[in-house]
């Protein structure tokens, strides 16, 4: 079983910058890929980034390509998503989720375990 806690989410400008953290309980947090999904009101869940359980790949959705960097210290049990150059639109809920087979995937059903997600909102 993990324990996933986000933290990092807020309020900030279009163009601003933020890092989201989420912090994994449990001694396995090393074998686990992990992944940042986001959810704007009245839309459906969908993948932002995810991360190899090593931290040697990672992948992004197209929307969020060259602003957005994924991270993870296998030490601190924690993945990071680093946010740049943010936009109205990145307003969302954040999400992280473990996937206890290592590699990436995009899909929601293939993650074991979820956070309780971190609001970030992007103002015009």
């Known amino acids: 079983q993990v324990q996933l806690v986000e933290s990092g989410g807020g309020l900030v400008q279009a163009g601003g910058s933020l890092r989201l953290s989420c912090a994994a309980s449990g001694r396995t947090f090393s074998t686990y890929a992990m992944g940042w999904f986001r959810q704007a009101p009245g839309k459906e869940r969908e993948f932002v980034a995810a991360?190899?359980?090593?931290?040697?790949?990672?992948r992004y959705a197209d929307s969020v390509k060259g602003r957005f960097t994924i991270s993870r210290d296998n030490a601190k049990n924690t993945v990071y998503l680093q946010m740049n150059s943010l936009k109205p639109e990145d307003t969302a809920v954040y999400y992280c989720?473990?996937?206890?087979?290592?590699?990436?995937?995009?899909?929601?059903?293939?993650?074991?375990?979820w956070g309780q997600g971190t609001q970030v909102t992007v103002s015009s």
């Open positions: 991360i190899t359980s090593s931290g040697g790949s990672t």
């Open positions: 989720a473990a996937n206890k087979w290592g590699s990436i995937y995009a899909s929601l059903s293939e993650y074991d375990y």
